[in-house]
C-alpha cells in the first residue's frame, strides 16, 4: 500500500519575490464511509452487522458529548481529540464572556502507533 502523491507548484507566502518550488501533496483516492467502515470491521472482527454499526454509532455520538462536557478524548493508538477556542482578545477579565469565542474547534492529535505505521509506508506518484 502507497501514499498517493501529486506535485504542485507554491510561491513562498512569507516571500513573494522567492522564486516558486515544488512540493509533494498527498492525493486522496476516494473517501470511505460509515458503511464501507462496518462492512470492512466484519472482514476483521467476529461481530455480527448490526453489533458493529452499534459500535461506531456509539463512538461517533460519544466523542462530541464527552468534548461537550470538557473531557479529553484518547482513544488509544488512534489517537486523541479535544475541544479548542478561538475568541476575541479582551482588554480585562470582566470583558473576556462566551459571546467573545469566535469558534470552537476540534484538535484531532493522531496517536504515535498510527503516526509511525503510516510513515513506514511507502510513497507512489498519482497519475496525471
Same mark, same amino acid.
Given at each position: 500500500?502507497?501514499?498517493?502523491?501529486?506535485?504542485?507548484?507554491?510561491?513562498?507566502?512569507?516571500?513573494?519575490?522567492?522564486?516558486?518550488?515544488?512540493?509533494?501533496?498527498?492525493?486522496? $483516492?476516494?473517501?470511505?464511509?460509515?458503511?464501507?467502515?462496518?462492512?470492512?470491521?466484519?472482514?476483521?472482527?467476529?461481530?455480527?452487522? @448490526? @453489533?458493529?454499526?452499534?459500535?461506531?454509532?456509539?463512538?461517533?455520538?460519544? $466523542?462530541?458529548?464527552?468534548?461537550?462536557?470538557?473531557?479529553? $478524548?484518547?482513544?488509544?493508538?488512534?489517537?486523541?481529540? !479535544?475541544?479548542?477556542?478561538?475568541? @476575541?482578545?479582551?482588554?480585562?477579565?470582566?470583558?473576556?464572556?462566551?459571546? !467573545? $469565542?469566535?469558534?470552537?474547534?476540534?484538535?484531532?492529535?493522531?496517536?504515535?502507533?498510527?503516526?509511525?505505521?503510516?510513515?513506514?509506508?511507502?510513497?507512489?506518484?498519482?497519475? @496525471?
Amino acid at each position: 500500500m502507497s501514499i498517493r502523491y501529486s506535485i504542485v507548484q507554491r510561491k513562498n507566502l512569507l516571500d513573494l519575490s522567492a522564486p516558486e518550488k515544488y512540493y509533494l501533496r498527498a492525493k486522496s $483516492v476516494g473517501k470511505i464511509d460509515r458503511d464501507y467502515l462496518i462492512k470492512d470491521m466484519l472482514r476483521y472482527v467476529s461481530l455480527t452487522a @448490526e @453489533e458493529a454499526s452499534a459500535a461506531l454509532n456509539y463512538l461517533l455520538e460519544a $466523542v462530541p458529548r464527552f468534548l461537550k462536557l470538557g473531557f479529553y $478524548v484518547n482513544l488509544g493508538k488512534l489517537g486523541s481529540f !479535544k475541544a479548542t477556542l478561538n475568541s @476575541e482578545g479582551s482588554d480585562t477579565m470582566e470583558e473576556a464572556t462566551s459571546d !467573545k $469565542v469566535k469558534r470552537i474547534r476540534i484538535r484531532f492529535t493522531c496517536g504515535k502507533e498510527l503516526k509511525d505505521e503510516i510513515n513506514r509506508g511507502s510513497l507512489e506518484k498519482f497519475p @496525471e
